[in-house]
Structure formats: structure tokens, C-alpha cells
């Protein structure tokens, strides 16, 4: 018995060495590929940042070219852009010489919604200057937006803005941004105007704006078609601005 107890002793005494050996080896390989996975992390990120800013250093290149057309492919470059630094730009080019450019900028803010832009959208509302096909733009732009800033300013459009036109626009806008706010403007349409055409916007528009009350966690479906859709504009969109392409 002696001697046997002698001869077990060490065998687990060897066995429990081997297994805190095993273990400090497992540890140490595992530190190893979560650190080299930590690295992958790093470096992915890296190597996106470094593309994103070549991706908009190309395209502030393109804007400041004296072609339009390169100019134009800048924005078209940027309007799907995750980048931060490509809501500025888009900004910049929404005054850019060449209507065709001006446009497509407009548009590239309304389908990223960006925020940001919200501001030098709304001033371009007011600016004399402002063709009534681009203010029909930057409308549709500033309900796809959704920015409650926006509410008052365009508001404010719907009771002076002599165009019918655009007040259809900015009626359907106010009923995609979707703040209750504007619901007393809207509300008067129905004694403050004859056509039949904006009384029902209105009324849609007032619609759309209680369901997202009701119910907040559903967004209004915004101005932007889906693949194989038919782009759904109020009836008194006009269809007379130039065309970006």
C-alpha cells in the first residue's frame, strides 16, 4: 500500500502540472487571436477611413473643376456617400453656377436626409433669386429630411407663396416631415383657398402627420420611390425644372 501510495503521489502531481501547463498554453493562444482580431479591427477600420477621405478629397477635386459635367459627377459621387464630410459639399454645390449641378445636389441631401443641411435649404426658400423648379427641389428635398426645423419656415411658405404649385409641394412636405405644428396652417385651407387640389393635400397631409403621432415608431414613408415605383408627387408638382442627369 505504501509503495503504491508513493508511486500515485507523483503521477498526480504530474498530471495536475500538465494540465495547468495545457491551460497557460490555451490562454496564451487565445490572447494571441484576440489580439491579432483586435488588430484585423484596427486596420479594417484604418484602411475605411483612409478610403472615405480619398473618396472625398476625389470629390472636392471634381466639384472645383470648371467643367460642369465633372462637377456634376462629383456630386453624383458623393449622394451615396456614408462619409461626414460629404454633406458640406453637397451644400457648397447646391450653388454652384450650373443649374443641373445645383439640382442634383439638392436632391443627394433630401435622400441622405442630412440633417446638417437643413439650414441652407430653408434660406434657399427665400432667396429671390430662387427659381421656382429649384425651390420645387429643395421642398421635396426638406420632406424627405423629416427636420422639425424645417416646419415653420415652410409653414410660413403654404400662407404667402402665391404659386400654387409649390404650395402643393410644400403642403405634401409638411405632411412627410410630420410635426403637429403645422396642422393649424393646414387646417385652414379649407376656408383659405378654392382649389380642390390643395384642400386635399391638406387634409392628407393632416393625416399622415396624426398617424405618425399616434403611432411614432413608424416613419413617413419618404418622397424617394423604391426600386420599380413610380415617383409619387402631388398633383400640382410641376415637371418644368431642367433635368440633372
Not at 23 to 48: H, M, P, W, Y
Not at 145 to 167: C, M, Q, Y
Not at 237 to 244: E, F, H, L, R
Request: hydrophobic content about 40%; aromatic content about 2%; overall charge positive.
Amino acid at each position: 500500500m505504501t509503495t503504491t501510495r508513493r508511486i500515485a503521489l507523483p503521477t498526480a502531481l504530474l498530471a495536475l502540472a500538465l494540465v495547468a501547463t495545457t491551460a497557460r498554453t490555451a490562454c496564451a493562444q487565445f490572447g494571441s487571436l484576440g489580439g491579432g482580431a483586435e488588430r484585423n479591427v484596427a486596420k479594417q477600420a484604418d484602411r475605411k477611413k483612409a478610403a472615405g477621405a480619398g473618396e472625398i478629397s476625389e470629390a472636392t477635386k471634381k466639384l472645383h473643376d470648371t467643367d460642369p459635367l465633372v462637377r456634376l459627377e462629383g456630386v453624383k459621387d458623393l449622394s451615396g456617400s456614408s462619409e461626414k464630410g460629404a454633406v458640406p459639399l453637397l451644400v457648397e454645390a447646391t450653388a454652384d453656377a450650373d443649374p443641373r449641378v445645383r439640382i442634383k445636389a439638392i436632391d443627394a441631401l433630401g435622400t441622405l436626409r442630412a440633417t446638417d443641411a437643413t439650414p441652407a435649404l430653408v434660406q434657399m426658400l427665400y432667396l429671390r433669386d430662387s427659381e421656382p423648379w429649384l425651390k420645387q427641389h429643395v421642398l421635396v428635398a426638406l420632406g424627405k429630411i423629416g427636420d422639425n426645423r424645417a416646419t415653420e419656415p415652410i409653414t410660413d411658405f403654404v400662407g404667402r407663396d402665391p404659386n400654387k404649385d409649390l404650395v402643393g409641394t410644400a403642403i405634401f412636405a409638411l405632411g412627410e416631415i410630420g410635426d403637429p405644428k403645422s396642422i393649424p396652417e393646414l387646417q385652414k385651407l379649407d376656408t383659405s383657398t378654392t382649389d380642390q387640389r390643395l384642400r386635399q393635400l391638406g387634409r392628407d397631409a393632416i393625416g399622415k402627420i396624426n398617424a405618425k403621432a399616434l403611432r411614432p415608431e413608424i416613419q413617413v414613408r419618404a418622397l424617394r420611390p423604391r426600386d420599380g415605383e413610380e415617383t409619387k408627387r402631388p398633383s400640382s408638382a410641376s415637371a418644368q425644372p431642367p433635368v440633372a442627369y
